[in-house]
């Protein structure tokens, strides 16, 4: 395994071919192109990680440069390359993309506002400021410090605007208002914009200068929304590993997961610290963003400058790998591209080049199209622990969305042992038309069902079934398992044998074990405590230990034991548990009317094949 890990992600530079590049306007992107079209010197630094061997470099700038005198004698990789295609739908920023890298896809794009922000986010601003607004409308920020800039340097009312990306943008002169009275307003505007106003960040904009020549300063400072689970960050702090952060990704990830901090002011000082870190005795990660790439020349569609800097990232890319101990692994990736060829000023959807070198890596291959940024977190994570991380779904709301709807509280499941692929598809078909929470099916299907589903149906499944004494190694094991093909709800059986013996410790340390397992990978946890074999104190008791263990729900009953749910279970659990915990029902509800029994007793999720 490896030691130290170097993540470094060249903000913004994609290579182009998305496969849905033309549902973001996106469609002939490609910023690497873009770059090398304004290049006549090689990067044999990059060129030996394999940057110009990678799946789909065809674009005719690519293509020229390649046939150019400078790159015929270029050296061949060293280690292992590629290309990674984006997975969450939510959008194309860098928040976005940094989550992805983490671990955490995205379902549902974060907040936009292409008519500027509404009345009461103005409202706040002004309030949290005691300052008037300008402009309110998507905007480049250098135009926007241009067109604004004398009234704000005249008026102090602050420079407000927003982009293709869900970013709600602050600019003001460092002279008018001070450093700390702007990050102050970001902070409370970040505390505000919640629920459908999550915006991926709340981004300060110092500038300074006189009116005619202002100039962004390098104080900008980003204040992101938390990503929704856990990222490869708190898998590995947890675990004891140093997680040190270089430029803006502590911003990013709004400081959770990191034991240390380096922000920088750019490329140069970010690189600095990566030199320094090289020579350092540390145990992790590294991870850093290298963003003069995207804000200063990306988004400006300076492709001379956007050369230059990753010439000088080239250069620099040549001592790093000569400092790399035996024990390192390096990786280079980006999150997103900005290509500075087209009109667009915005970010471009496109794939990104994965460039991996060192521990375990050091043999020359071509790893072809990946699809999910997550594939990083994977190696990072495996190449320090040997374990596995995938993160495929995000956090959920577990409410019904329906109260009227008793479909929406259901479970649709399908257990049988005879169950085919065939019999599965169907079941999601059917669960999708009734708008149920969930598909319950067999482990065997998870993977399949999950790459049919495509999101369309959270995917639950079953762990210890039906009689629950498998040892809990096992059940660790299947659970991880089970979630790592695609499942984000896990059923598991408690240890009955063991609660009539009175273990309840064993029963409880079980649960715990599995409700890591679970969480640590982002999915929920539902623990089956098969009802009809125990008693009221058992019944009693085996709510506590589910609360204690953080487990989401508590469940009845298999359904292939003596009996299924009873409403004096649900009622009976209900007085026993807080708010934190919900009950499913399951066993034996074939009927509406029997379903809305148990959710009148206090169930919010109900387990059936037939209803």
Request: aromatic share 8%; glycine share 10%.
């Amino acid at each position: 395994m490896a030691k130290r890990v170097f993540l470094i992600i060249l903000d913004s530079l994609g290579c182009g071919n998305a496969p849905d590049a033309s549902a973001f306007g996106d469609q002939g992107s490609n910023t690497l192109a873009a770059v090398l079209s304004a290049s006549d010197k090689p990067f044999p630094n990059l060129s030996s990680m394999g940057l110009f061997d990678i799946d789909g470099n065809s674009d005719p700038r690519i293509l020229e440069y390649l046939s150019k005198d400078p790159q015929a004698g270029r050296p061949a990789p060293i280690g292992a390359y590629g290309r990674l295609r984006e997975e969450s739908s939510g959008g194309k920023d860098s928040t976005i993309g940094h989550w992805e890298i983490a671990g955490v896809v995205s379902e549902d794009p974060q907040p936009t506002y292409p008519d500027g922000f509404p009345s009461y986010v103005v409202d706040k601003l002004k309030e949290v400021s005691g300052r008037g607004v300008l402009c309110n409308l998507p905007y480049s920020g250098t135009q926007a410090i241009e067109d604004y800039g004398e009234e704000h340097f005249s008026s102090g009312d602050l420079i407000l605007y927003t982009s293709a990306d869900s970013v709600l943008q602050i600019a003001a002169h460092e002279e008018i208002v001070p450093l700390d009275e702007l990050y102050r307003i970001c902070r409370e505007m970040r505390t505000f914009m919640t629920g459908k106003d999550a915006v991926g960040r709340i981004i300060a904009r110092p500038f300074t200068g006189t009116p005619g020549s202002f100039t962004r300063t390098a104080n900008r400072h980003d204040f992101a929304v938390e990503a929704p689970s856990a990222t490869m960050m708190d898998h590995l702090k947890a675990k004891g590993f140093d997680v040190i952060s270089v430029g803006k990704i502590y911003d990013l990830f709004a400081g959770r997961g990191f034991t240390e901090t380096n922000p920088t002011k750019g490329n140069s000082e970010g690189i600095a610290k990566i030199r320094e870190y090289l020579d350092k005795d540390f145990t992790g990660l590294l991870f850093a963003n290298l963003v003069d790439f995207d804000m200063l020349y990306g988004h400006r569609n300076n492709i001379e400058g956007y050369n230059e800097a990753l010439h000088e990232f080239d250069d620099a890319l040549g001592d790093i790998l000569e400092s790399l101990k035996e024990d390192d692994l390096l990786i280079i990736s980006a999150d997103h591209g900005c290509d500075p060829s087209t009109v667009s000023t915005d970010h471009s959807r496109e794939q990104v080049p994965l460039l991996i070198y060192g521990k375990g890596y050091s043999t020359p291959r071509n790893l072809g199209s990946i699809t999910g940024f997550s594939y990083i977190s994977q190696v990072v994570v495996n190449a320090l622990s040997g374990a596995r991380f995938e993160k495929r779904f995000p956090e959920r709301d577990l409410d019904p969305s329906d109260p009227d709807d008793v479909m929406t509280y259901v479970d649709l499941t399908n257990l049988k042992v005879t169950a085919t692929e065939d019999d599965i598809k169907a079941l999601i078909d059917r669960a999708i038309a009734s708008k149920t929470m969930s598909v319950c099916i067999p482990p065997c299907y998870v993977r399949s069902a999950y790459d049919y589903a495509r999101g369309r149906i959270p995917i639950c499944t079953v762990i210890g079934f039906p009689n629950g004494y498998n040892t809990t190694s096992v059940k660790v094991t299947e659970a991880k398992d089970a979630v790592d093909n695609g499942a984000c709800e896990i059923d598991m059986v408690i240890n009955v044998a063991f609660v009539k013996a009175g273990k309840m410790k064993e029963v409880e340390d079980e649960v715990k074990a599995i409700a890591g397992a679970v969480h640590e990978k982002g999915a929920i946890l539902k623990v089956i405590i098969e009802a009809c074999l125990l008693t009221e104190e058992e019944k009693v008791a085996l709510c506590g230990i589910v609360e204690r263990c953080g487990a989401e729900y508590i469940k009845t009953s298999t359904g292939f034991s003596t009996g299924g749910a009873t409403v004096e279970d649900v009622a009976l659990m209900r007085a026993n548990l807080s708010s934190s915990v919900r009950i499913k029902a399951a066993g034996g509800i074939r009927s509406p009317e029997a379903a809305r029994a148990m959710i009148d007793a206090g169930a919010t999720r109900i387990g059936a094949s037939g209803l």
